[in-house]
């Protein structure tokens, strides 16, 4: 049996410890651990690659922005900084019409930028927005859908784990990495805004209760204006942090770990100067950022040694030779690409994509010609689309289970955040077509 045998035979082999429920870093280091030792027949190789792969994760500088960045987003999730951020934006928008939408979809793009975790988005803005849509006369599927579907901006506007994480697995530049998901973030961002104004207009009754239609008092209900010193006071945190983190990135000031490292801190600062930070917080804090930083470092760790063994096997270069032979060509190899990373959406969460696919799909993109940045960019959104989607959608579970209300079924907040998944499908298409969208 050749070794391109035994590689695709163990990558079924990994799918299938997957589905099973095995963890998939714990299913990733097996499966690698195995096919080196089958391929080569050396055991010892296993042991030594393995090895590496442990000391490269561990000692690697880049990693620091992991744990950083999730600090970062623990510390202003705690800040009721989210909270602040849909108040302004509320103020400013009740006016138009769905303009609490559009308040939830804004807040939550400037609060991806300085969390970078969509499930954080997804849980603060249930607590915030739905209830305050829910007493405006919004249907509460509406709502929910709402804010799943703005929730998935907190993976590809920077900085995103995800972005973090494919950057790693392809040897990406992070701060490119970062600086390509901004125009597609706000193109995410426009699209949805388009799409609750454009319901809101035309088709009601999917935005508002009948109840509310019936006694049309929007007006009356509306809230006197937002101080300008209370708009200043509620956005300062968030500007502040913007500044530091983005700022000093886009400018070259700050490499990606240094930006972490000045985010964290001035998270710190931000939730001292609200009294929001007690021990028993600051230790729950500390305790989260540990255990999600050590998950992902244990993944990657675990992925690296799986890319060693695709290697070792000689997959990537026997499955870039098939496709170039069989007459599919780029486009084809995308599309097909894209199309397997939604099937797969829709039974594993996103690291796991990335880990499985990435480490076989980048070589073959590079030699087709695809830039990686472009084709991490395409690779995030097509990820993202499986928050959304059923049976797994980790997003619309998050939402539904915040919200804690009978009386809202799984099934209304999928339907209520498929619109958001169209939207996403179309800004995919644009970035593939329109390379210069992506601005790494």
Known sequence: MSSITIGLILIGVLFALVLMGMRIAVALMAVAFAGVWIIRGNFDLSMRLMSIATYNGVANYLFATIPLFVLMGHLVSISNVGKDT?????ALLRRLLGGLGIATVAANTVFAAVTGVSIASAAVFTKVAVPEMTRHGYRTSFSAGTVAGSSVLGMLIPPSLLLIIYGVLAEQSIGRMFIAGLVPGALLAAGFVIWIMLVAKFAPRLVFTQEYLNKKNEEHELPPAMPVSEILRKLSPIVVLVLFVLGGLYSGFFTPTEAGGVGAFAALIIA?????????????????????????????????????????????????SFVQNSGFGPIGFL?????????????????????????????????LGFDLIQFGIITVIAVEVGLLTPPFGISIFTVHSTLGDKNTSLESIFVGAFPYVVVMLIVLILVAVFPGLVIG
Not at 287 to 296: D, K, L, N
Not at 297 to 312: I, P, R, W
Not at 338 to 360: A, E, K
């Open 86 to 90: 849909f108040d302004v934006a509320e």
């Open 272 to 320: 001292l100067l609200r009294s929001s930070l007690d021990l028993r917080k600051w230790w729950q804090v500390l305790t989260e950022t540990g255990t999600i930083s050590v998950g992902i470092l244990a993944l990657l760790v675990a992925a690296s040694f799986y890319s060693q063994m695709l290697a070792v096997a000689g997959i990537p270069s026997a499955i870039g």
């Open 335 to 367: 599309v097909v690409y894209v199309v397997l990373v939604l099937l797969l959406g829709m039974i594993l969460d996103s690291s796991s994509i990335l880990l499985i696919v990435v480490p076989i799909a980048a070589p073959i993109a590079q030699g």
